[in-house]
């Protein structure tokens, strides 16, 4: 296996996460809801994939586990912002860490547990081609779900009904209420979908990246997912760039020092985070004071009839 | 000598105290942890350290611990909070805690402090740490002769001193026994994200390193190291259950007899603010099982562990030659001083590489 190889493979782990996670914000947000909960949605995934996997032996049952955490930790947030109409922000700061907390309370009996990790594909003939092989035919589950999940919410926000009714809500929750669409129903539906990605990718860290559990292992991912959604502008299309574009430096600012280059790395570190501001600069930039890519009614509340 | 006076003062003192027991309860002690306390590492080993103390002392104190204590400012709320509640010892267990747990002592002047790994001390604030680098001279021996490739890699969280003379320790025991030894080293920035720890653990294996160290606290790089068949050291704690077949030793960090050793001494009044700082020969510094190697580097890391006990093996044993090739400054006589280590901020030679923002 040749180093560029091994590194293309590491930037498709490091970034699959960050995807999965943004992707669904993402639709949440088009929705108009502004759920800051990601990583703690993402933590109960990780902790409860990895439950699931253990009591079960099967990474895929592990991984409808994490799926189902995150939705249930949405679930709470739904119920809050949606139904009692509490603020956003701060319910979904309330939502990490009550994940964090919980899911080091539900995941203290397996620290240190093993389990098997989510086998890779392996197609004969197709996986063993040089270079292409392994980066094409050879990843797990969770890659190859990541990338179908942006393909579909792509096309069901800019090619169905349904999606351009979810974009309305987004951008503004009272003309559409105002048309007879169901302002309430699709966010609740959109905050599900969010938590569920959330979960997923929280169950790729102990099932696929590091095949272990220990509390608080999402180290920060979800909120580098809220901060892609941002990054790609609402897009999905810029969110696969974005999302990858951060596994990138991630990995190369590593080898970078193994190669002792002699960058100082607390530079590297921040390499990620000075690409996603000069980005934002650019984008505003380019759109002129036409006003940001926001949906307008973003993480506002909406009661029906008031 | 020391060993039996300390249970004797005890027990008079025992006598003294329970006297005035009915109105005087068990003295409270309190800590302070950084991480969760199933964190397999710094923090885990922490409270391994407190259910020891309440073992040997549980009939005569109480303890309450809070996990998940960030550092900086936020730390100071948690230490007062124990200080109001009645506690007269408290153990503040990271770096971080320094000026908080100072800035809480001075408000607060019975109670005493114990702050780990700082060097700023008050009349109530003593520190205590231990002689890791020791423990990591050792895995440098061990490193040195399993290598195949002659690379190292090492995963290192900040370039503190504590980390830096890590790292000179291991090169310096790897130099022992192979001159041309060579370490990679990748800086992470942070002591705990098993995820970045594992993308480092592989471009370390990725750019040619078949033996894996760190001084970051999640056993990520020991899986990776499994998975790709090469060997890795633990870090903090025995991580043998994470590479059954990878691991050749871990630095295990024993806290235990000093929290004993400290309440006692505040139990009896003999406690005094001391800059406490114990390697493999008080025990505050352990080494797992040598495993995954030959009997004759079993044997040399074994008669390296018994050398640097009895002080026959220092090991920044002078001279000390910088990265330049010229001996740097010998302040201890024959070897470094502790001062010298613990505020080390060089490389030795054969460390190919730059201190990250030097």
Redesign the interface.
């Known amino acids: ?1 040749g ?1 560029l190889e ?2 293309i493979l ?1 930037v498709i ?2 970034s699959t ?1 960050l995807l999965l996670a943004a992707a669904g914000e993402l639709v949440v947000e088009r929705a108009g809801v502004l759920n800051l909960g990601v990583e703690g949605m993402m933590i109960m995934g990780a902790a409860c994939g990895f439950v699931g996997c253990w009591l079960t032996g099967s990474a895929f049952i592990g991984a409808l586990f994490g799926i189902a955490a995150g939705m249930a930790m949405a679930a709470v947030f739904a119920l809050m912002t949606l139904g009692l109409a509490v603020n956003q922000v701060a319910t979904g700061l309330a939502l990490t860490i009550l994940g ?1 907390g919980l899911s ?1 309370l539900i ?2 009996g397996f ?2 547990e ?1 389990i098997t990790p989510a086998a890779a594909l392996y197609i004969p003939y197709l996986t063993d081609i040089p270079f292409i092989g392994r980066i094409l035919f050879g990843q797990d589950g969770f890659v190859y779900a990541s990338i179908a999940l942006v393909i579909g919410i792509w096309w069901f926000l800019y090619r169905t009904r349904n999606g351009l009714i979810l974009r309305a809500i987004g951008d503004s929750h009272t003309s559409a209420h105002a048309l007879g669409y169901r302002v309430l129903t699709v966010r609740w539906l959109a905050v599900l979908f969010g938590g569920g990605c959330a979960g997923l990718a929280g169950a790729f ?1 102990p099932l696929a ?4 559990f ?4 999402t ?3 979800g909120w580098i997912a809220l901060a892609l959604v941002v990054f790609a502008s609402w897009r999905p299309g810029r969110l696969v760039a974005g999302a990858y574009l951060f596994g990138a430096v ?2 190369l600012q ?2 970078a ?4 280059l ?1 960058i ?3 530079l590297m ?1 921040a390499m990620p985070y000075l690409a996603t501001i000069i980005v934002l600069v650019l984008l505003s930039r380019a759109r002129g004071t036409s006003g940001s890519a926001a949906p307008a009614s973003l993480g506002m509340v909406f009661v029906p009839d008031r | 000598m020391k060993k039996y006076l300390i249970p004797m003062a005890a027990a008079l003192a025992l006598a003294v105290t329970s006297v005035g027991a009915a109105a005087q309860s068990k003295l409270k002690v309190g800590f302070i942890y950084l991480g969760p306390i199933g964190d397999l590492g710094w923090t885990y080993m922490h409270e391994l350290g407190r259910q020891a103390l309440v073992k040997e002392l549980g009939d005569k104190i109480e303890t309450t611990y809070l996990e998940n204590v960030s550092e900086g400012p936020d730390s100071e709320r948690s230490i007062e909070q124990l200080a109001r509640t009645g506690h007269q010892l408290i153990f503040t267990t990271s770096f971080g805690y320094m000026d908080p747990t100072i800035r809480v002592a001075k408000k607060y002047p019975k109670i005493k402090f114990e702050h780990a790994t700082g060097y700023k001390r008050a009349p109530n604030v003593g520190t205590y740490s231990g002689r890791f680098h020791e423990g990591r001279y050792i895995q440098g021996v061990i490193a040195g002769k399993m290598s195949k490739t002659g690379t190292l890699g090492y995963i290192a969280s900040f370039p503190i001193p504590e980390v830096i003379a890590g790292i000179n320790a291991t090169i310096l025991g790897a130099q022992s026994v192979n001159p041309n030894i060579k370490v990679k080293i990748i800086w992470v920035n942070t002591w705990f994200d098993p995820g970045k720890e594992a993308d480092a653990a592989k471009a370390l294996v990725d750019q040619g390193a078949d033996i894996l160290m760190q001084h970051t606290d999640s056993p990520a790089a020991m899986q990776v190291a499994a998975q790709r068949g090469i060997l890795a050291f633990g870090q903090d704690s025995d991580m043998i259950k994470f590479g059954p077949k990878t691991q050749l030793t871990s630095i295990i960090n024993n806290w235990g007899p000093y929290y004993i050793r400290a309440t006692k001494a505040a139990l009896d009044g003999t406690w005094k603010p001391e800059d406490t700082w114990d390697g493999l020969k008080e025990k505050m510094v352990l080494m797992a099982d040598y495993t995954n190697m030959p009997d004759d580097v079993k044997k040399l890391a074994q008669d390296t562990e018994a050398a640097i006990t009895n002080g026959s093996l220092h090991v920044f044993k002078c001279p000390v030659l910088g990265q330049d090739g010229k001996p740097v400054e010998c302040k201890g006589g024959a070897n470094l001083d502790n001062g010298q280590i613990l505020g080390m901020n060089f490389y030795v030679k054969g460390i190919d590489d730059k201190i990250p923002g030097k």
Do not use: D, E, K
């Open positions: 296996m180093l091994a590194i590491s782990a490091a996460p964090v080091g995941g203290a620290v240190g093993r860290l990246y590091t095949p272990f220990i509390p608080g292992m180290a920060g991912r991630t990995i590593l080898h020092q193994a190669f002792g002699g100082p790395s607390q570190t």
